[in-house]
């Protein structure tokens, strides 16, 4: 779903940082992990930079910095909706991985869920279901879970 550039980015769920990168189709992206759980944040502004601590993500005009082994609490702002990577507008894609696999679908029978959706609202009622049902959630019960899922 397009969103406006420039937009903040708030992480739905406490984890670490797994991963930054500023290479390939998903431009620069974030991989949060939680638990069994890894969210994926996709086409974000800024640039990935490597210092003596680490590599990170810096935002410079949105004031992020999120550094690699970094804890994440809920809500924090994680990045900028952008247009870097293989991408014709500003959009935010957005991917779910359980024990880190994609599945085939958005809704895979393999109980992984993966779609691209407006930047979520890290509390919306679905999203909160996949968190509080980590081990046995049913996918066709949370078809509906990425409506309009906006983060101020």
């Not at 944040?41 to 993500?57: A, E, F, I, P, T």
């Not at 994440?72 to 359980?98: A, E, F, S």
């Not at 968190?131 to 879970?145: E, G, K």
Request: net charge positive; charged share 15%; proline share 3%.
């Amino acid at each position: 779903m397009a969103a406006p550039e420039g937009s903040y980015i708030r992480n739905w769920w406490a984890g670490r940082v797994v991963d930054v990168s500023d290479k390939g189709a998903c431009g620069t992206s974030v991989i949060i992990e939680s638990g069994e759980w890894e969210h994926v944040y996709c086409h974000m502004q800024g640039y990935v930079r490597r210092d003596g601590s680490g590599r990170y993500l810096l935002d410079r005009a949105g004031g992020i910095q999120i550094w690699e082994g970094q804890h994440i609490p809920v809500g924090t702002r994680i990045g900028r909706v952008g247009m870097t990577g293989r991408t014709t507008g500003p959009h935010l894609h957005w991917g779910l991985k359980y024990t880190k696999q994609l599945g085939g679908s958005c809704f895979g029978s393999a109980g992984n869920v993966c779609c691209s959706v407006a930047a979520p609202n890290y509390f919306s009622g679905a999203l909160k279901a996949i968190a509080l049902s980590r081990t046995n959630y049913s996918p066709s019960s949370l078809y509906t879970c990425f409506g309009s899922l906006w983060a101020s």
